[in-house]
C-alpha cells in the first residue's frame, strides 16, 4: 500500500503532466494515511493552485486524526482561485488565528458556500472561530448564502454600532458547536443583529450533546420572536418617515 507521501508525490506528477484536465472547475482533496512530510503537502497545493487555475469549488477531506490536510499554510495556495464554493472536513476543529481568518474572509470575496469543519469528529481540543469571526466574513463576503463553522459560542460577544450584516445568507449551519444555558440570550441577541431574518440555522450538536442541543433550539426560538420585533420596529420607523414625508 502506497504510503501518504507517495501518493501525493504521484497526484502531483499527474497535475504536472500535459493531458491533465487543467480546465477543471471542482476538486476535492482527502488525506487518506497519517504522514509527516508538510512540504509535500505544501506542494501539492502549490502544483494544484498554479496548474488548475479554473477551479471554483474546492473540498478538503480530512479521513485521519491529523491536522495537515485543512492546515492555514496548505490553504492559502488556493486563494488565486476564484472559489464560489469552499468546504473543509476536519478531523479538530481549525485552530486558525484571528489574523488568518480575517485573510481568508478578504482573499475570497466571492465566496457562496462556506464551511469551514462545522462537525469535526474529535472535539478534544477546542476551535479558534468565535461569535464575532462572523462579522469578518459578512463584512467580506457579501455573497455568502451558505456558511457552516464550528463556533466557540459561549463567549459574550456584541456586535458594533457600524457592524456590516450578511447580506444574502439563507443558512448558518454550527454543526457541533457548544452552547450554555448561560449564553443563549447574549447569543441570541448578537445573532439577529448580523443574519438576515429569513436565514435559518442548523445544527448537529444534539446528536451528542442533547443539552446543547436543548439549548440551540431555545436560542432558536428567541430570535425568531427577537426578529419579529426588530420587523414591527421596522415597519414603524418606515411609517413615520413616510408620514413626515407628506
Not at 504510503?3 to 493531458?19: A, C, P, Y
Not at 447574549?186 to 442541543?213: H, N, R, S, Y
Amino acid at each position: 500500500m502506497f504510503q501518504q507521501t507517495h501518493l501525493i508525490t504521484v497526484s502531483k506528477t499527474l497535475m504536472d503532466d500535459e493531458f491533465f484536465p487543467v480546465h477543471i472547475e471542482s476538486l476535492a482533496l482527502e488525506t487518506m494515511e497519517c504522514g509527516d512530510d508538510d512540504q509535500t503537502w505544501t506542494e501539492l497545493h502549490k502544483t494544484t493552485a498554479k496548474r488548475c487555475q479554473d477551479i471554483t469549488d474546492l473540498t478538503l477531506y480530512q479521513g485521519v486524526d491529523f491536522d495537515k490536510a485543512a492546515s492555514y499554510a496548505d490553504l492559502k495556495a488556493s486563494f488565486s482561485f476564484k472559489l464560489t464554493q469552499l468546504k473543509i472536513q476536519n478531523y479538530l476543529p481549525l485552530q486558525y488565528t484571528a489574523q488568518e481568518l480575517e485573510d481568508l474572509a478578504c482573499s475570497l470575496p466571492s465566496l457562496e458556500i462556506l464551511e469551514l469543519a462545522p462537525n469535526p469528529s474529535n472535539l478534544g481540543s477546542l476551535g479558534t472561530f468565535s461569535l464575532d469571526h462572523l462579522l469578518l466574513f459578512a463584512q467580506h463576503c457579501p455573497k455568502l448564502v451558505r456558511f457552516g463553522t464550528w463556533i466557540g459560542a459561549a463567549r459574550y460577544c456584541v456586535a458594533p454600532p457600524n457592524s456590516v450584516p450578511f447580506l444574502a445568507l439563507q443558512e448558518l449551519d454550527v454543526g457541533k458547536s457548544p452552547l450554555e444555558s448561560c449564553g443563549v440570550d447574549d447569543v441570541a441577541i448578537f445573532l439577529a443583529q448580523i443574519l438576515p431574518w429569513t436565514c435559518e440555522m442548523k445544527w448537529e450538536g444534539w446528536k451528542i450533546d442533547k443539552k446543547g442541543g436543548d439549548n440551540w433550539k431555545a436560542l432558536r426560538l428567541l430570535l425568531s420572536g427577537l426578529r419579529t420585533v426588530m420587523q414591527v420596529a421596522d415597519r414603524r420607523a418606515r411609517a413615520e418617515l413616510s408620514a413626515e414625508a407628506r
